[in-house]
C-alpha cells in the first residue's frame, strides 16, 4: 500500500463545481502539503500545514482551501472550480523536526475543469 | 529571494552512459538544502537525492550523484550508466532556513534514454 494515499486519481468536473481533493498518509509524519504541477512550471505550494492545529498558505492559495482532519488526513478544497485551476495535484508530507528532510509525495490526481 | 533555474528542457542520452542534468540556484540564506526528483510518465514523484549547503562531500546515492559546487551556486545531478527506465522528467528543488517549509522546484528536464 502507498505511504501517501491522494483520491481521486482523475476527476474532470464543470466550471463552479466544488470539489474537494483528500490525502490520507501512513507515514507517522507532521508535516503535510498541497502543490499544483503545471507543464514548465515544476511544483507549486498550494497550502501547507505542520500539524493538525497549523495551517498556512502556500505562494497559490487564492481559490482553494484546506482542511487537516487529523494527523493522516489533508484536505484540498476548489470552492468554485474554475478551468485555469485544471493541473496535477500533488499531496506531501515530510517529517518535522531539524533539518532537511525529504518530502514523500502521492501518486497525484489529475483534475480537468472544463 | 529564492530560486531554482534547470536550463535544460530535454536532454538525450545513451543507454549506459552517463548525463549530468543541470541545476543552479539562488538565496542569499547560508543554510539550505537541495534536492533532486524524479518523475516518470506515470506522474508520481520519486526522492532521489538530498545535499545540504554545510555537506562538505557531494552526495551519493546508488547511480545517482550530486555534483555540489557551492561557490557556483550549482547543484547538478549525474546519473551514472544509464537505463531505459531512468526516462523521466527530473525536477531539482531547494529549501531554505533549517528546516524550513518552503521547498520551491524548478521546471524540470525531460531526459530520454536511448536503446
Redesign the interface.
Known sequence: DADVTQTPRNRITKTGKRIMLECSQTKGHD?MYWYRQDP??????IY?S?DVKDI?K?EISDGYSVSRQAQAKFSLSLESAIPNQTA?Y?C?TSE?????????????T?LSIL | AQK?TQTQPGMFVQEKEAVTLDCTYDTSDPS??L?W?KQPS??????LI?Q?SYDQQNATEGRYSLNFQKARKSANLVISASQLGDSAMY?C?M?EG??G????????TRLFVKA
Open positions: 508535516r514548465g512550471l515544476g511544483l507549486r505550494l501547507y505542520f498556512n502556500g496535477l500533488f506531501a518535522g523536526g531539524v533539518g532537511y528532510q525529504p518530502q514523500h509525495f502521492g501518486d497525484g489529475r | 531554482i539550505y538544502g534536492f526528483y506515470s506522474g508520481e514523484m520519486i526522492f538530498y545540504g525536477f528543488a529549501r533549517g528546516g517549509f518552503k521547498t520551491i522546484f524548478g521546471a524540470g
